[in-house]
């Protein structure tokens, strides 16, 4: 490729921000894809001259380095095996249980951690080939954690830094997983490690005391000199992960977007309320506990249609994981049977969508939401909560949101709940809906007022201001 070959930013993650699109005429299209990572580095990339490193999401072989959106994106290959053991498998059906808690029992096989470790090689590779001297890497999330010792093997002059996006597990939790040394080994190769609450990162500083007897203090672990490689001090702090507020907000505010609302409104018969839960179809993330205590509002008579109505839209996902399929059929049993009991010709209870859909969309529905369900068991952050904050310029809507996200430790006006507690669930639902106007309105500006503050740039700029300031420079080799 006609280009410069290597960047002084270089950003990891398992997929490239762009999904393969093949036009009618058989032309190749890249478009930005959806998700929470995605939606957080743009922001971060724009105006950087960087590269990207990940899976571009076909299987064989990965298509040549090309330039997209500003950004150098240099795909890794991974093989239709490798999809199946080190994604779907060690990521998502070993990793994924265990930093969330266990909601479902996590599956331990050794041939989906060594393809974790194969593909953990090569994103390492990759990024040591792009890598220029002295660059700064920044590597994301869960199915990455080798990367950090690997890059810092092949590559002592680049400061690296980790983002852990999910939340990362108590120890006793943790202890589990029989690769949980080689885990720790693999983080400890960055300078800076960022985590989405306080608590994640003690649980990981903890393990690492724990699991490898390595001294720490505070939010420090020092990793004792070995094989003449000096002493090595890494840093685990909280980062909180924010959104666009700025984007979002202008957005939400275009004419297109509040009329696209009001359709949405009109289109489900303008319902006196109009409750809303968007959510990766995932396990994690509480849908079949937040359909629950609708279904018993409904039966109880304490909500009923047409004055109210509930829009969940479930984007798919890993749906070749055993646990998303039977989570699929069981939230379109519940669905299909409160439709059955409680809907009418023209009204139905729940309006159950599993699709993805464009951004503008995702706002017109913010905007035109009543009640925002967010009711995760565990979720690093929830980028759902702060988007509906930010899309609400008009002070309205009112945000009922789990304990056991990383959001609610910031969004403290939200209408805080415990997703396990049903009765407290329907509670909290019917307090929502029912507080005066004018107090919700107070809970929204204070809510859009911390999200402004903190949005998604701050989150960069902290956590790359904290990379620069970690404790150690990375060493210097002549031949480097
Ligand atoms: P996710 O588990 O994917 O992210 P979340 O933070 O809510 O969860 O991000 C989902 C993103 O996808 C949001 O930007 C949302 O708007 C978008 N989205 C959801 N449904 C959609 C649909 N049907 N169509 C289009 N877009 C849709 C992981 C962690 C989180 C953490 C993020 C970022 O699990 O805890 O907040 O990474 O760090």
């Not at 409680?342 to 139905?348: D, R």
Request: negative net charge.
């Amino acid at each position: 490729m006609a280009r410069r070959t290597t960047f002084d930013f270089v950003i990891a993650a398992n997929r490239l921000p762009v999904d393969r699109v093949v036009g009618p005429d058989g032309e190749v299209e890249w478009h930005r894809s959806p998700g929470g990572l995605v939606t957080a580095m743009d922001s971060v990339m724009r105006g950087r001259d960087g590269a990207w490193v990940g899976w571009a999401g076909d299987t064989g072989d990965a298509p040549e380095p090309f330039d997209e959106a500003g950004m150098w994106l240099h795909p890794v290959p991974v093989s239709a095996e490798e999809v199946e053991q080190y994604y779907e498998g060690f990521s998502n059906d070993t990793l994924w249980p265990i930093y969330h808690d266990v909601i479902v029992p996590a599956r331990f096989r050794r041939v989906w951690w060594q393809a974790y470790e194969r593909v953990n090689r090569r994103f390492a590779e990759a990024i040591a080939e792009v890598a220029a001297k002295g660059a700064v890497v920044w590597v994301h999330d869960y199915q990455l954690q080798l990367v950090p010792a690997m890059v810092r093997e092949l590559r002592p002059d680049v400061r690296i830094g980790w983002f852990d996006h999910i939340p990362f597990p108590p120890v006793e939790l943790f202890a589990q997983l029989p690769w949980r040394q080689q885990l720790l080994t693999g983080l400890l190769g960055a300078d800076y490690l960022g985590f989405q609450r306080q608590a994640d990162a003690q649980n990981f500083v903890r393990a690492c005391r724990q699991h490898l007897g390595a001294s720490t203090k505070g939010e420090t672990v020092t990793l004792p000199s070995d094989e003449g490689r000096p002493q090595r001090t890494v840093r685990a702090s909280a980062v909180p992960i924010s959104v666009d507020f700025e984007g979002l907000d202008a957005l939400a505010r275009t004419p297109e977007v509040q009329e696209r609302a009001a359709e949405i409104r009109a289109s489900l018969g303008s319902p006196k309320t109009l409750l809303l839960g968007v959510d990766r179809l995932d396990y994690t993330k509480g849908i079949r506990h937040r359909l629950k205590a609708y279904e018993e509002l409904l039966a109880d008579g304490r909500l009923s249609t047409p004055d109210v109505t509930f829009v969940q839209v479930a984007t798919p996902s890993r749906e070749r994981v055993e646990a998303y399929k039977q989570l699929r059929t069981e939230v379109e049993t519940t669905v299909g049977r409160i439709n059955g009991n409680h809907g009418a010709i023209g009204s139905p209870a729940v309006h159950y969508l599993h699709q993805s859909y464009p951004r503008e969309e995702m706002a017109a529905l913010f905007l035109a939401a009543d009640v925002m369900l967010v009711t995760p068991l565990r979720d690093g952050m929830n980028l759902v909560a702060k988007e509906y904050v930010t899309c609400r310029h008009d002070n309205g809507g009112a945000l009922v949101l789990s304990e056991f996200t990383g959001a609610w430790h910031e969004l403290h006006q939200a209408f805080v709940c415990n997703p396990h507690d049903i009765e407290g669930l329907k509670q909290t639902i019917l307090r929502a809906i029912g507080t005066e106007a004018k107090d919700k309105e107070r809970l929204m500006r204070a809510l859009r007022r911390r999200v402004a503050d903190h949005d998604v740039r701050v989150w960069a700029d902290r956590f790359l201001a904290n990379l620069e300031a970690a404790p150690e420079r990375p060493e210097r080799r002549r031949d480097a």
